[in-house]
């Protein structure tokens, strides 16, 4: 789907759609706990869908509904040899996945699209090979896994991807026996180590942990809470927020939670640098525009922020330094190189370092620039557009439906002005209402 974007603010009211990060971790506990669970989450996203997917195959029952989903957990249903999995392009539903089925003893087969295959697996597939899993050789599609994974002592380098600290978080409990897991390395992201913590500790399931090594008691019972309710997505609102700090208007968000656990709510104090204006109380964030000035942003612990941050900074005064991001070239795309490629296309002025972006903010006119098929890059696009001199045309802005299917219909919603130029490329996943592809306001 190709979009054009006329120039002009951002101004108004939004809801946050729901966390996508909470509610894999939701329908995974949920899918392993001792009764059936209800998860309030109204809204689906691409990477939602396929953990439920996933799920579903591996044996549990999850019926979707208008406020969420209503999960029958796995139980001790029979195993099939081999199951077939199908991921999509979600890094956190295969990363969480793989040691489960591991743990579970169940073979299974990941289908994966897109550069998933392509993005690092080590050092998780060593630990799981070294603890009794036959695994395929990395960026094999699709990925096989079979064997028992058995309990220990783990060691992992903890600064290539949280997720891998996540996915064992969830396995080691279900084990006969108790293991340690210690962390080396600069802990990256780990934010996102601590949502699931507190996503198991709902469900009773313990990880204690000392800032160095977890000690995980074996034999653990998911116990289900009865209902889940998923919070507002602090990831996806920072791109209205962001748009209130460079416009000219005021950009609300609601339902967010100003306590969450979720490290990109980090966006308010780093907005705040910036030089924007904040009210944050309730629920509730309004960003206005301020004199902004450009800073330095160690994005270490919010690497989704980088994207939306770097149009920001595009637009302040002097220079803003973005460092500790070199993980974001194995992202759904290049991000440093994407986030470089698009706004240099707006004519900003910008560069890509080793580990992160220098750029010197000014004007920017307006153009055509391409998505890279990753759904930041097409939001962040957006978000730029809307301060161009002149229309910007995104090619294959159907990415967003990887996160924020609904994300075109609120950009209406605050007075943004598209147009569908093409449906070339739209996927038929998902469809209809508040999950589905854009339904625009004409």
């Known amino acids: 789907m190709d979009v054009q974007i006329q120039p002009g603010q951002l101004n108004g009211d939004v809801r946050a759609i729901p966390s996508k990060s909470q509610a894999h971790r939701a329908l995974i506990c949920a899918a392993l706990a001792d009764v059936p669970t209800d998860i309030i989450c109204e809204g689906e996203s691409e990477d ?40 999509r392009e979600s890094g956190s539903t295969f990363r969480f996945l793989l040691p489960i089925t591991g743990a579970l003893g169940q ?27 036959v695994l395929s050789q990395q960026s094999s599609v699709p990925f096989h896994i079979s064997g028992q994974l058995t309990p220990g002592y783990y060691e992992l380098d903890a600064s290539v991807s949280s997720q891998f600290i996540s996915g064992l978080l969830f396995a080691l409990p279900l084990l006969c026996g108790d293991s340690e897991l210690r962390l080396t390395g600069r802990a990256e992201s780990f934010p996102y180590v601590e949502l699931t913590m507190s996503m198991l500790e709902l469900f009773g399931v313990h990880t204690p942990f000392d800032g160095e090594l977890f000690s995980i008691p074996g034999g653990q019972t998911y116990r289900s809470p009865s209902q889940v309710r998923v919070e507002g997505d602090w990831s996806n609102a920072a791109f209205w927020l962001c748009a209130g700090a460079i416009g000219a208007g005021r950009v609300a968000c609601a339902d967010l939670d100003m306590q969450s656990r979720q490290g990109d709510r980090a966006v308010l104090d780093i907005l705040t640098r910036f030089g924007a204006l904040i009210d944050a109380n309730g629920k509730r964030a309004l960003v206005a525009g301020g004199k902004l000035r450009g800073i330095e942003i160690d994005a270490g612990n919010i690497p989704d922020l980088v994207p939306t941050l770097a149009v920001v900074g595009a637009v302040a005064e002097g220079t803003t330094v973005i460092h500790n991001a070199g993980r974001l070239r194995a992202k759904e795309s290049d991000r440093l190189a994407a ?80 147009q569908i130029l093409s449906m070339r490329g739209m996927s038929a996943y998902p469809t209809g209402g508040a999950t589905g592809a854009p339904q625009l306001i004409t």
Not at 52 to 62: F, P, Q, R, S
Not at 107 to 122: H, Q, V
Not at 384 to 397: D, R, S, W, Y
């Open 48 to 87: 939602i869908a396929a953990t439920v997917d996933c799920l579903t195959a591996l044996g549990a029952e999850i019926d979707r509904k208008a406020d969420g989903f209503a999960v029958n957990p796995l139980g001790k249903k029979e195993q099939k040899s081999v199951v077939s999995l199908p991921c």
């Open 107 to 133: 073979g299974a087969s990941y289908l994966l699209k897109g550069r998933l295959s392509r993005r690092p697996l080590s050092p998780l597939d060593g630990v799981l090979a070294a603890h009794g899993c």
């Open 339 to 418: 986030v470089t490629d698009v706004l240099r296309g707006l004519g900003a002025c910008i560069k890509e370092t080793d580990d992160g972006l220098l750029i010197l903010g000014g004007e920017l006119t307006g153009g055509i620039v391409s998505s890279w098929g990753d759904h930041r890059i097409a939001m962040a696009a957006s978000i730029a557009a809307t301060l161009c001199a002149e229309p910007v045309t995104i090619t294959g802005a159907e990415a967003v439906n990887k996160s924020y299917p609904r994300f075109f219909t609120d950009f209406q919603k605050l007075g943004g002005v598209l």
